[in-house]
Structures are given as structure tokens and as C-alpha cells.
């Protein structure tokens, strides 16, 4: 009888299914909420005069990222990069390689795993799958929540639909470069360095430097090493930025960091 | 199998400037129940992790099954059962679902072994249980299911019976003799010494990540270290012996340390007043402590 491949996949799973249930029910929720709110309320006046109160700067970058697009699309588009989306997604994808590479090295759990006949590159891409389809769920839901409210408004069409599933995909390949750069930081840790708070603060990082960009110039040269410069996922649904240029950034940054979190941990002492 | 089934040889391991393992040389031979032992920190289980490709040796080299062990060394973990010193499992799983997965894994039967889970005292109660509300013993209990159920050709056990009571110890040293009856090697690291008195053939002792002992379990015993007590009938001045080292007395009672072969010593005691002569067995104990006091003879 051959090892199983789907045990370990299966275990991790198992380990992280109440909370990504949890996320898919929320992330649906908002996204129902923000396009039905934003079809039953002029959004556009509202944050119109809330935009006023603000100083110049943040009316700019308000105004290019929100509220000139705050249509029920512009409204669905803005909830797949709602913080607490963001958040959700991103707790996930830094926790789940973390636990299971740094977490299992310092309880003495992978010891034991890698004493059976497993191959460690085999071990790191089943990881990598179970945590990929655990953000994947999460994305369902938010086009669970978004289909359902576009089409109980009657607000979608093809070209929304298919912004959408754009949208949904560009944000899942930027959540799982997310978890391979925590792969990354985790097959170079030692044994109880905190390497899913090394990567959560890489992301916020990254996260600010992008939301601060159009109110300081001066990090403007950074735009091309932002990972958030590739998921800007309004622009995507009104067609000012193309999904496959950032899906093909994505894709090529993952790979590399998958290529040297595999070969960091064939080659890695464990516990280390 | 011709040869061994371990043959580590010159297995050197640093972490940076710190001293895992140096120089460790050793065979196991198929069949055979092979003790490694040392205090704390003397490097069994860095040893016992390069056996099992979870380091990679600074210098070097250890074959197992005549196949150099490395981390992609698979068909090597197929046949051999893993117990580690600090066996945790996964805290979520269940008792039961914790040795389906290990069986999984291994490409094993997923189905429970009832004898074995009935010898070692584990009711359907304790298998549904999560592994994190286990008792430190009943962790040890699974963790030797899970090393035993797929009746591997070499169990590498580091520390096995920690955490077991002695009734349970005596279950372990009995599935030990059977694993060993149906021809698998056991290698197993213990600080116990009765433990090693009772199950081993051959001992490794390793100290400050260095072997210094490597002999049959017999021929240790005999080998060095006896402590000698000779109460004379009157005095006697300078009282020396061959071979032996006075270590203390009082009157006509004197203490001494006696190495290796004491034919010499009885001759020479033939010619002295002695009214009485203790030379007994030294326990395995008193082999071990020798052999890791710094000044040995001390």
C-alpha cells in the first residue's frame, strides 16, 4: 500500500475548517451588505460631503481609490479590499504555514512527520494546497455574497460578472503569495522564531506603503515592489488595470518563493 | 540482511560552534537490541535524528539498510518504526484518528491493532480522546502504538518508556522481545540502566557528544571499574595491588577501584593476611557512572 497523499492535506484541513467556515460566512456577509447598501443609498452624496471634511490629500487618494467609483460595481469591487477582508484572508494565510512549519518544528511535531517515508518538498506543496484552497473558501464567499445581492438587485451582467471572478482571483493569488512568503520566512526560522508575525508585518508593510502612496510621492519608486500594486481591484472592474498582468506577477512571485521554501526545508536541520 | 542494519561511521554534527556529535562510530547488527546510552545533552538524539535523515551531518556519513540515509531517504523511513524523546503527536487529533493518520502516512492499514492497544491498556475511552487531554503516559502509550503497529524492520526509539509506569514498562520490554523474535533490529536510548540490563544485547555510551563505550552488555559489566573491599587480619604498610587503586578504608578495611583483569591482584592477595575479600558484580550503574565521571577511576 502506498502512503497517502490526501492525509496530510486532510489534516490540515481538518485543523483550520471552524475558522475558515467563519470567514466565509463574514466575507460573504460584507460583500451582501456593501452592494445592497450602496444600491438603496446615494453613496455618491453621502461620502461626497463626508470628503469635504477631509484635508487635500486624503480627498485625493479617497476620491481616485472610492468614491469615484462607488457604483454597485465600484461598491462590490471595494468590499474584495475591505480591511477586514484583507485581514481575514491574511490571518489565514500567514497562520496556517506558520503553525505547520514553525509551530510543528518547535512542538516536536514535524520531527515525527518527517521520520515517516515522506518527501519534504512533498510535504511543503501539500501545505501549500491546503492553506491555497482554505483562502480559496474564503473567496467563494465573498462571491457568494457578491452574486447573490448583484442578482437579488438586478445589478448583474456579464462584463460585472466576469470583473468579479477577475477580482476574486487577482485577490486570491496575492493572499497566496502572501502564505508562500510566509512559507519562505518559516523553512528559514529557527525553531520558536515568531515567523507568522515576521510575515503579517512584511504584509502591513507592504500594506501601508501602498495606502499611503498617493498622499507621499517620495515612495512613489516603490510602486513596482508593492505586492498590493498588483490587486487594485476597482480599477480591474472599470478596466484601468489588466488582471492578467497582475495575475502573471503574482504567479511568477510565488513560484520563486515556493522554489526556495522547498529547497530551504529538503535541506533545512530539523529541529534545527 | 547481510551487514549491518545501522552503520553510522565517523558522524559528526555541530549547530554552529556547538558540539552535537563528533567522530560517533557504531554498528547494529540485523536482530539485534542495541542500547544507547548517555546523560542529557551527550548527543543520542542528534545521533538518532541523522539516522533518520533529519540533519545533515557536518562530517560523516550513516547507512541504513546499506542505503545512506538523507532526508529524501523514504524506502528507508518505510521500514523503520519512530519513537521520539518528547512525542507530542497532533494535540487536535484523537487518540484513534492520530494512529489512522500515521498509518496513512505510512501507506500502512488504517485499522486499529487490537492486541496491541489491549496490551498496552488502551480502551475505546482513551483512543477518543484528544491527544492534547492525555495523560504525558497515554501520550507515550500512542506514540509506541504508532512506532510498533505496521511491525517495522528497525525501531529507532529514543527514550521510550519516559512517562510509563512499571507495570506498562514491563508490557514495552515484552514487545520489544517479540519485535526482536520476528527478526527486527531495535535501537533504542535510555538513561535507564535496568531498562538496558534487561532488553539489550550491545551498548553504545556515548559522553560529550563522543562514543566511549562499545561493547557487549556482558563484557561491559566485566570488563573495568570493580570495586574491591579486602579486610586484613593485622596490618599491612603501603598496602598497593596490582592493577587496583586504593580509594579509601578505615583500619584494617581498604577500598579499591580494580581495572581489568584481576588474576594478578588474587595471587598477590594469596600472599598477604587477609581475613576477608569483596569482589562483587558491578552493576550497570557503577559501569556508567565510571564511564562518565571526567577522572573515570575516581
Redesign the interface.
Known sequence: ????S???PV?VL??HVFFTAFSFVIVGAIQYALVTLSNQVDTRSVFGALLEQLPPGFQTMVSETFLTRMTVGGAAAFGFNHPLVMALLVINAVAIPARHISGEIE???M??????????GRLMVSLWVSASLVSLVTIIGAWAGSFTALAVTGNLDAALARGMIQVGANLWLLVVLVMSYTMVIASFSRPGAPSGLVAASVTMVFYFLYVLRPVWNAIAFLEPVNIFTYYQPQKIVFGERSFALNAAVLVALIGLCMLVAIRRF??R??PG | MDGPVIAVDRFTKY?GKTRGAEDVTFQVRPGEVFGFLGPNGAGKTTTI?GL?????PTAGSIRIFNRAVS??S??V??R?G?L?G?????A??SAAEFIR??A??????PTLPPSLLERLDLDAHTLSRRIKHLSHGTRQKIGIVQALFHRPDLL?LDEPTTGLDPLMQETFYGLLAEARERGATVFFSSHILSEVEKTCDRVCIIREGHVVALEALEALRRRRFRRLTVRLREPVDALTLPGARRTGGVGLEHHFVVEGDVEPLLAHLARLPVADVALPEPGLEEVFMAYYRSDATE
Open positions: 500500500m502506498q502512503p497517502s490526501l492525509a496530510y489534516l481538518r485543523q512542538n516536536g511535531a520531527e515525527w512527520l518527517l521520520a515517516l517515508p515522506v518527501r519534504r529538503a535541506r536541520d530539523i | 549547530y535524528r533518520l535523515g533529519l540533519l545533515r532526508a529524501a523514504t524506502d523511513r518505510r523503520c519512530y521520539p518528547d512525542f507530542a503527536g497532533y487536535h487529533l493518520f500515521a496513512r502516512m505510512r501507506g500502512a492499514d529507532i
